[in-house]
């Protein structure tokens, strides 16, 4: 069974910074394409970053130059440091595999407000 437990969302100034971690079971993360996804109010999930196996990664436009995506093989564990956080990344965040239509997590509430 697949699943995936997020952590480290919280409320956080314009500007600041947070590490989201996503902790997975019953599959391995380096062996297959993953991502951090968002949900802001109102709006549908969309992905903003990916890793894939080899390591590279990539990133949405409006998250460019501020979020990395980085895993820890050794823990199996996925995680998005988030620098110069804006209004605008207020959201719910979720990892899973690219694509993926189920095994969602709680997600991770992100608040940037002043």
């Known amino acids: 069974q697949v699943q995936f437990v997020e952590s480290g969302g919280g409320l956080v100034q314009p500007g600041g910074s947070l590490r989201l971690s996503c902790a997975a079971s019953?599959?391995?993360?380096?062996?297959?394409?993953m991502g951090w996804y968002r949900q802001a109010p109102g709006k549908q999930r969309e992905l903003v970053a990916q890793?894939?196996?080899?390591?590279?990664?990539l990133n949405v436009d409006s998250v460019k130059g501020r979020f990395t995506i980085s895993r820890d093989n050794a823990d199996n564990t996925m995680y998005l440091q988030m620098n110069n956080l804006k209004p605008e990344d207020t959201g719910v965040y979720y990892c899973?595999?690219?694509?993926?239509?189920?095994?969602w997590g709680q997600g991770t509430q992100v608040t940037v407000a002043s």
């Open positions: 899973n595999r690219w694509g993926a239509t189920s095994d």
């Open positions: 019953g599959l391995m993360l380096k062996m297959s394409i």
């Open positions: 890793i894939f196996p080899s390591g590279s990664t």
